[in-house]
């Protein structure tokens, strides 16, 4: 048995080798939790927690995320249940400099803004 | 609490008193889980409670300074368990997570219930804390109730857990309700509707439940009571002295 300073360790009555591979029902799957801070305002990614279920991740994922701060809403989802793109193809976002014609600036439009904002004014 | 006469403030450090206590005991009860709990998760969500739960009974102490009893850290750490007002429930070694699930579940049913009668409290003071704590009870039922449900309809080996630690925790829970020397006082002042009608919206919320999650109540259980008069289990003296350890050593100590 082990002998601990914690009498809670002592009370358990462990093994002295209590750390044993894993087996399957060990761990949960897990979910990913979605955190809405005020009502209207996007869901954020802030983590994962390991439960059976969604609403045993629901009870997790508010004490794991929501338990200081301001807290509005919480979505809980199978991992499962995400897709994803592969990091192989990570060169899918990866574009070329020259392209001006997509961007903003591209648009010659500040004169005619700046003088509809003065005749308004005017 | 200018109408409150004499008798009103015993009835209600009564009553203060055994509510204080429970939460305390069962706040340092459950916090023994901590670093032991089942998974990461369920293992802060319980301290979390624990917690709570703790942070409550000294709100409650509060009241019961303001009302002329010594102060909370007095009041917790330095009575013997016979000046303990808590029920025989909360006072049991923390057993297998089974047991412990079903004293949580069927403990804090009862307490949701009685902060709810307490929200409309002649007592102001009180009725304020009942509002206060109604969001913390609320998720701490909502954790109960959904690991009953999980675990009674998990497999053969939980279910039967599930069933005997409530055999066992059945006749303990219904100590929870053994009645107060100031149950008429404390109704007829408007300060609490009485252990009798709690009991009663107890078990028809519990019963429905508990049939829910397919588990039979125990017939005809005696109710484990003493508890509220000052008399406890061999457990409750030992978990003091734990729990008072670093007071004794040194009452000023900052932790």
Request: net charge negative; hydrophobic share 35%.
């Amino acid at each position: 048995m082990i002998k601990s300073l914690d009498p809670r360790i002592d009370r358990a009555q462990l093994d002295h080798d209590p750390i044993k591979p894993l087996e399957q029902l060990d761990q949960f799957q897990t979910f990913e939790v979605f955190h809405q801070t005020k009502r209207g305002q996007q869901h954020v990614h802030v983590g994962i927690v390991h439960a059976p279920n969604a609403d045993m991740a629901l009870l997790y994922a508010k004490e794991q995320y929501a338990r200081r701060g301001e807290t509005a809403n919480i979505w809980v989802v199978d991992s499962q249940h995400i897709s994803a793109t592969e990091y192989f193809d990570q060169d899918i976002f990866e574009t070329t400099p020259e392209k001006f014609h997509r961007d903003p600036a591209s648009y010659k439009v500040m004169d005619r803004i700046k003088a509809y904002k003065e005749r308004v004014k005017g | 609490m200018d109408f409150f006469n004499d008798k009103h403030v015993e009835a209600a450090k009564d009553l203060l008193y055994k509510m204080a206590d429970d939460q305390l005991i069962i706040g340092h009860r459950n916090s023994e889980w901590t670093g032991l709990g089942p998974i990461l998760e369920e293992d802060i969500a319980f301290s979390s409670m624990a917690q709570d739960k703790l942070g409550q009974s000294e709100h409650l102490y509060n009241l019961l300074h303001e009302l002329g009893e010594a102060d909370a850290d007095t009041v917790a750490f330095t009575r013997n368990e016979n000046q303990f007002h808590c029920c025989h429930l909360v006072e049991l070694p923390i057993g297998e997570y089974d047991f412990s699930l079903m004293r949580h579940f069927l403990f804090d049913m009862a307490e949701a219930i009685r902060f709810e009668m307490l929200i409309d409290s002649s007592y102001e003071n009180l009725a304020r804390l009942a509002r206060k704590f109604k969001g913390e009870i609320k998720y701490h039922t909502m954790h109960a109730n959904t690991w009953v449900k999980q675990l009674a309809q998990g497999n053969e080996e939980s279910k039967a857990r599930m069933q005997s630690s409530l055999n066992e925790t059945w006749p303990l829970a219904l100590g929870i309700f053994e009645e107060g020397k100031y149950e008429s006082v404390l109704k007829d002042a408007g300060i609490f509707a009485g252990e009798k009608e709690l009991q009663e919206k107890w078990l028809t919320e519990v019963t429905a439940l508990l049939a829910a999650a397919g588990l039979q109540i125990p017939e005809n259980a005696t109710p484990t009571n003493g508890g509220r008069y000052g008399q406890h289990t061999e457990h409750l003296q030992p978990l003091l002295d734990e729990m008072t350890e670093v007071y004794s050593i040194d009452p000023t100590a900052d932790w």
